[in-house]
């Protein structure tokens, strides 16, 4: 079942857990997530980032996932992430996807007013859900990140504002989180995302949840976060194990053998996330409010 990935942070924000958001690129990370899902009877957001669509276009990719979600027995939202354009998030509008995020954290505050704005009343004309960022999470998931600001925490002050002027459904805000597996001592600031969360009804959202310990995610919840998403957690728990079970095997494997290795190892992993962020056994909370 398809949901708007706002009706589910909606209804995680009313009842204390956190949507597990994973990147969604190819069949197995999709299917390996879903069927976690399934078996944790958990609801699941699948996003799919700008970065992949050099090797995976979204041509490609969505109509993919979208078929996946679609058969699952739990709710999924699919959502272009870190999305950098109009045209690049009206093109995912109609590919089908419903849940879309604009990404303009690093431009100017006004502009990101300006730009986020337009983009939600295009999005919401086609009856799908805005997610913006305010404040800058750094960092990146790739091998060798491009050079970018450092990340800069959300000023709370400007959540009223920003929130009115574009009419977002979901905000990814800045608190001490940072793309990619985290390095060094986490300074993960809650008294933040508890005054943020005082000043707003509209769902808050944790990108960069990868390499934090174990304990934090129940007080980031706690805190007022209703959504997470992950990528390298995931991304190196497959590799490490894919090296693994080629290392045992001396014959060259079948392929699909490898690929359902690599689908068991995303599943393992997102079962993992879905205990820590609390949302095992909710998939029961959500009627089908979209398709
Ligand atoms: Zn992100």
Redesign the pocket.
Known sequence: MIFKLSDLQRIARKQKYAIPHVLGGNLEMTYGAIRAAEALQSPIAIGV?PEVFASIPMEISFPMILNIASRAQVPVAVQL??GKSYEQIAKAIKLGVNSVMFDGSALPYNENITQTKKIAEMAHAFGVCVEAELGY?GGSALRTPAPGPAGYKTDPDLIPDFIAKTGVDGLAISFGNV?GPYQGKPEIDLALVEKVASLTDVPLVM??GSGLPDSIYGKIVAAGISNI?FYSAVAMHAWGELKRKIGEDDQYPPYHEVVAHSLKFFEDKTKRLIKLLGSKGKAGDFEKTSS
């Open positions: 980032a992430e870190h999470v793309h990108h960069g998403h």
